[in-house]
């Protein structure tokens, strides 16, 4: 990497990032603050279960009240926290935005069940239900940039929202209680392919999650 003084990096940062968090060094990366438990986990360990770490975050006050005694019980697994957890989708690549990521919840793959999504028409769900916010940082100890990509609406996208939403595989975004919905999620300019990343995602409705994906 080019070798930047500080100013010249906030400048160039800025030019591409308009949702971009840069977190002064001091406050929140130094490695004194690693050791401070309420700060959220910023490298996969290995053995890492999301489902173990989400569930005490969550109980801990991450996740509303009223979704604890679902998260607790029998199907938390599959049906309550691995629905939220993040994937990347296997799509066609040339319908990625540059600088984005395809994120869908609840990989079918892992026995999860996948994250329905509604909007605020009063269908299912009177405050709608989708990720209004996803932020992603690269999963490092030190120093990092975070995005954040806002959505908010679905299945529409809004005025002064950042990401995007497609179709996984073929039909309407709004298909099997918008199950199919892939949303478009923008990546610090820090990161590159193979880099793990961190995803700290709020479903309007449940709360919010943490894991982490592979590139
Ligand atoms: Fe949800």
Redesign the pocket.
């Known amino acids: 990497m080019k070798n930047l003084n500080r100013r010249e990096f906030i400048k160039q940062a800025g030019l591409v990032t308009g949702s971009l968090i840069l977190f002064p060094a001091a406050a929140s990366c130094s490695y004194k603050s690693l050791s401070d438990t309420s700060e959220i986990i910023r490298i996969r360990p290995s053995g890492w279960n999301p489902v173990l770490y989400n569930k005490n975050r969550g109980n801990a006050g991450a996740i509303p009240k009223s979704y604890l005694d679902d998260i607790n019980g029998p199907d938390g697994e599959t049906k309550h926290i691995g629905?939220?957890l993040p994937y990347i989708p296997e799509i066609d690549p040339s319908i990625i935005p540059k600088g984005f990521v395809p994120i869908m919840?609840g990989n079918p793959e892992k026995g999860y069940f996948p994250?329905?999504n509604a909007g605020t028409d009063g269908s299912s769900n009177s405050g709608g239900?989708?990720?209004n916010r996803i932020r992603i940082r690269k999963a490092v100890r030190w120093c990092a940039q975070t995005s954040e990509t806002v959505f908010n609406g679905w299945p529409e996208i809004k005025p002064g929202d950042s990401g995007s939403y497609a179709v996984f595989n073929r039909g309407e975004i709004t298909d099997k209680q918008g199950i199919k919905t892939i949303y478009m999620v923008m990546l610090p300019p820090d990161v590159n392919p193979g880099d793990t990343i961190r995803i700290q995602a709020d479903?309007?409705?449940?709360?919010q999650y943490i894991d982490f994906v592979t590139l």
């Open positions: 629905k939220h919840w994250h329905p239900h989708w990720y479903c309007l409705q449940h709360g």
